[in-house]
């Protein structure tokens, strides 16, 4: 595993260590190893992280994940590129040019912020496969939207919040006010008051576009489920990036249920602290698109158009790692119906509040 623009190498048997010191800061180097695929003639796919990089614990970790499964199982080379803050969408059309033109295929932009550089640089590569996680507003005959119904995955994480509150009032705090989050908060609204007519639903989102920090800092995270808690919401769900793990912190310094995105956060080392109160997560199967992605270029038909991951084929879902969770059977025959009633198409989710 290469990783390229301010992150060291690293080898699949230094992946844990790399994440936690990412975590923590990361630390930067050089280039200068990036071109070890190129002289050995091994295969190599790229991806490019979206705003807090690896080690957010969410939406960036999933992507190595299946990054990762791909080196194992495929027996190619990966390389990773980081954002850096406040970058320009020059910074990331010279990031992905960099990427492709290092001869990986596919090369992989996490996030809908990769929208218009993917649109200019796959013009440049039409050998290459460039695809496009959480965005579909540009197209093109090498370029591959992965997307989610991020809205029925929340909905699940309504009911349960809806079920496990002793309140009645429960928090959603989105990274940034965009369609895409508020996907999200459509989703776990409708399904909270789907279960409970009476609850109340706070929502908040920690910055508005073009300010994406949102889904970089931790602290403002933490500052709006402070607000939410103290406003006497017992489940706060964040999707935020790496800003959603301030929010579990102080969840769960309350003592009351955090809800997780993206990733299986009650899993994720570096919240392990807080994992107690990790009620559930909504999961992405983001892992298995980028793995899936990477596999037809490797197999030489190439992934192109929407390709979408809905409950119906697990691509969304809530996880159940939690003991706790899994001892209540009330919310889960809850969130099971819900879920077997939104792929029969008895409940409509909606994709806007």
Not at 10 to 28: D, E, F, W
Not at 156 to 167: C, H, M, Y
Not at 182 to 190: I, L, N, S, V, Y
Not at 277 to 306: C, F, R, W
Request: aromatic share 6%; hydrophobic share 40%.
């Amino acid at each position: 595993m290469r990783r390229i623009t301010r992150i060291a190498t690293v080898g699949i048997a230094s992946a844990a260590l790399a994440l936690s010191a990412t975590a923590c800061g990361g630390k930067k180097s050089s280039d200068s190893s990036a071109s070890s695929s190129e002289s050995s003639g091994q295969k190599s796919a790229a991806i490019a992280y979206d705003i807090g990089g690896r080690g957010d614990q969410s939406f960036n970790d999933a992507a190595f994940a299946g990054l990762e499964k791909a080196e194992k199982d495929l027996k190619i080379k990966g390389a990773e590129a980081e954002p850096t803050e406040g970058e320009s969408e020059a910074d990331k059309v010279q990031r992905l040019t960099e990427l492709a033109r290092k001869g990986n295929n596919p090369v992989i932009g996490v996030g809908f912020a990769y929208a218009p550089a993917i649109k200019k640089v796959a013009e440049k590569f039409p050998k290459t496969t460039f695809g496009l996680i959480d965005d579909t507003s540009v197209t093109g005959p090498n370029i591959a939207n992965l997307v989610f119904n991020e809205e029925q995955g929340s909905y699940l994480a309504g009911v349960a919040a809806a079920k496990t509150s002793k309140t009645g009032t429960v928090g959603f705090i989105g990274g940034v006010e965009v369609p895409l989050i508020k996907k999200f908060e459509a989703g776990f609204t409708q399904g909270v008051k789907d279960t409970n007519p009476n609850a109340k639903v706070l929502s908040a989102y920690l910055t508005q576009p073009p300010d994406f920090s949102g889904f970089a800092k931790p602290d403002l995270g933490k500052a709006a489920a402070k607000g939410q808690l103290d406003s006497g919401a017992d489940v706060v769900y964040a999707a935020a990036g790496l800003a959603g793990s301030g929010a579990i912190e102080a969840t769960a310094a309350a003592g009351k249920w955090a809800i997780g995105v993206d990733s299986d956060q009650y899993n994720q080392a570096g919240l392990s602290k807080y994992k107690d109160h990790i009620l559930t997560s909504v999961t992405k199967d983001v892992p298995d698109a980028v793995y899936n992605l990477i596999k037809s270029v490797e197999d030489g038909k190439p992934q192109t158009g929407e390709i979408r991951y809905g409950l119906d084929k697990d691509g969304v879902g809530l996880a159940d790692s939690n003991p706790e969770y899994k001892k209540m059977a009330e919310v889960i025959a809850a969130v099971d119906k819900a879920k077997a009633d939104i792929i029969a198409k008895k409940i409509t989710v909606k994709t806007a509040p």
